[in-house]
């Protein structure tokens, strides 16, 4: 869908539209669930992790999702779990755990062993892309 829409609106423009629907939908819950939200200095500092993410890495999605394909987008974003733990590991030394290990085994199974044999994960990705826009709606 970002995809889509991305044809029709820049990618600032569209971030801006996705986060601030995300935050009138949040506050929309809290108030709906009355729930209590203190906003002091502690709070307003952890705010400020949200300009990392999403504000930052979103940006950085949509920017490169308007330069690229969608399956490409599909895979880089299913790599990313295994590429943040590679990253911990690597800089800063972060300690893998077997069960952590298994996660991203199972996850790297799933993108390309579990592809039809001789099929990279991109192209049987392009493959089940191609099959859904088949579909009749």
């Known amino acids: 869908m970002s995809k889509y829409a991305l044809e029709q609106i820049p990618p ?3 971030l801006m539209v996705q986060l601030f629907v995300s935050v009138a939908l949040l ?26 993410n999403p504000g930052l890495a979103y ?20 790599a990313e779990p295994i590429l ?7 800089l800063l030394c ?14 790297g199974w799933m993108c390309g062993v579990a592809a039809p044999v001789r099929c990279s994960a991109i192209s049987w990705l392009s493959s089940a892309s191609a099959a859904v826009r088949s579909i009749p709606s």
């Open 12 to 14: 600032l423009t569209l």
């Open 27 to 52: 506050w929309f819950a809290v108030l709906v669930q009355g729930v209590r939200v203190r906003l002091n200095r502690d709070a307003l500092r952890l705010g400020l992790i949200g300009i990392l």
């Open 59 to 78: 940006m950085f999605s949509l920017i490169g999702l308007s330069r690229t394909t969608a399956s490409m987008s599909a895979v880089l974003w299913a």
């Open 84 to 90: 943040i733990i590679g990253f911990a590991w690597l």
């Open 94 to 107: 972060e300690r893998l755990t077997w069960p952590l290990l298994a996660s991203v085994w199972s996850q």
